[in-house]
């Protein structure tokens, strides 16, 4: 019988044989898991196992990486008129800004993976990063000598990106609104009417119409009474054939988008949405509670977020989807806060039957606002739209019943914001404050 001789390094041959072929199953077959370097921030969190959506190859190169940031993010940039657009830094004039900070690239700000140094926003940089290239300010500006390096970005003050609720002729245009405007309303959907409009020969389907293979009598009685038979929306439509086949008659995100291509858009631009997005080529499930990283209801834990989450695809109730839907899951602070709230008591009445729905404050009048183009109204899925930071509520959803200056002391009040703005703000704005100082500074002049 022959005795192999075990030498040390046989030992360590071994071990690394093993641990490579770990790693490599991990790397093509597995989630990639072994790989992630830490954990990605707030925004990213739910899509970490989606590595190549943005990094491509293993040897990629900067110019990749810019393009997988602006390929979810550009639109949203351009939409808001960004501050700090790349061509900024391009300009020859600019160059000698470059050597203080590289702005034309995304991940000079923004680095996932480094949560020992992630801020708010998923910023990567310390909180001077502002005075590396506005280092005279105070003396430019005598208002700012008395504040520090770490205010630039305090809500209400300035943002790098998006500041089309905070230049100084938007707030001097509103230096004198009212805490609570006269006619405090949102504007009513319109696509039911329009398509009424458009189509005054079409008769609304009814039960009798209906062409499901299989379906309940109660199904059928919802779907007969509801916008989609009024709109010759029937059951097939939805429930395309394969689908009956392979899943249930379960409705996809897909047989709503047939007819809601703007509505999904935004549900995967969303938080709520964004992991069945098709351009991350990812097979994911949907977004979870039990994924989420906000406090959340424990008995919502095996949901899934998809359309019909929220909308009842036989008889949708725009009414539960404003308010209790959301509550259903969310936990926080906030939410916890809010049907105690002056908002969730206007709700109350609508729920009541007291106010109209455009009258009253619901989660979805914030999170999900109307937005109104032309004779066009249509909500904005994508939740995370208005959410960080605040100021970008201003314009699209605050506005709309209230003033600036009450706006923006209430959005820079955290524990107004934990309490659903149950109380009006106790302080009033600095950047008022500076502004009503050059309205009277120009009047001497």
Known sequence: MIHYNFKFWHYGLAITAVLAGALGYNLIEGDKTFYISGPPTHGHHQIELACTSCHGDAFDDRAVMQNACESCHLDALNKTSDTHPQSKFTDPRNAELLQNLDATQCVTCHREHKPEITRPYGVTLAKDFCAHCHQEIAEERASHAEFGFDTCSNSGCHNYHDNTALYENFLRKHVKDPSLKDRATVPALSGMALWLKANKQATPLTAADQDAPQATAAHIAQWANSHHAQAQVNCTDCHAQPEWQ?????????????????????????????????????????????????????????????CVSCHAPHEPDLQFAATEACLGCHQDQHSKNFK?????????????????????VSCATCHLPRIKKGRKVHVQHN??????????????????????????SALADPELIKNNFSTAPANHHTSMDLVRDRIQQRKKK
């Open 246 to 306: 392979d899943r249930g008659l379960a409705v996809s995100v897909n047989s709503c988008q047939q007819c809601h291509e703007k509505q999904t858009d935004g549900f995967f631009d969303g938080k709520h949405g964004m992991r069945l997005n098709p351009a991350l080529g990812n097979a994911f499930s949907p977004m979870s509670p039990a994924l989420a990283t906000l406090p959340m209801d424990a008995s919502a834990k095996h949901k899934s977020l998809t």
């Open 383 to 408: 939740q995370s739209a208005t959410l960080q930071p605040n100021s970008k509520m201003i314009r699209t959803v605050c506005t709309q019943c209230h003033g600036v200056e009450f706006t923006l």
């Open 340 to 360: 105690p709230s002056a908002h969730g008591q206007s709700w109350a009445a609508v729920e009541q039957g007291e106010l109209a729905q455009e009258a009253a």
